[in-house]
């Protein structure tokens, strides 16, 4: 499994790069499921990891 990320400051274009990239090779992932990134704020704790990646 590789995993990837994607660093920037705010407002650079991260999400819309990751998005743009996921359509053009939604393709070769056939059982990939699409979702939104959950932000954490100060109200709510970050998802653990494996609830993030869906295992």
């Known amino acids: 499994m590789i995993i990837?990320?994607?660093?920037?400051?705010?407002?650079v274009g991260?999400?819309?790069l990751a998005v743009h990239w996921?359509?053009?090779v939604q393709d070769r992932f056939p059982g990939?499921?699409?979702?939104?990134?959950r932000r954490a704020t100060p109200a709510t704790a970050p998802a653990a990891?494996?609830?993030a990646a869906g295992w």
């Open 22 to 24: 996921a359509h053009r």
């Open 32 to 37: 990939g499921v699409p979702t939104r990134a």
């Open 49 to 51: 990891p494996a609830v």
């Open 14 to 16: 991260k999400t819309a």
């Open 4 to 11: 990837s990320t994607v660093d920037g400051t705010a407002g």
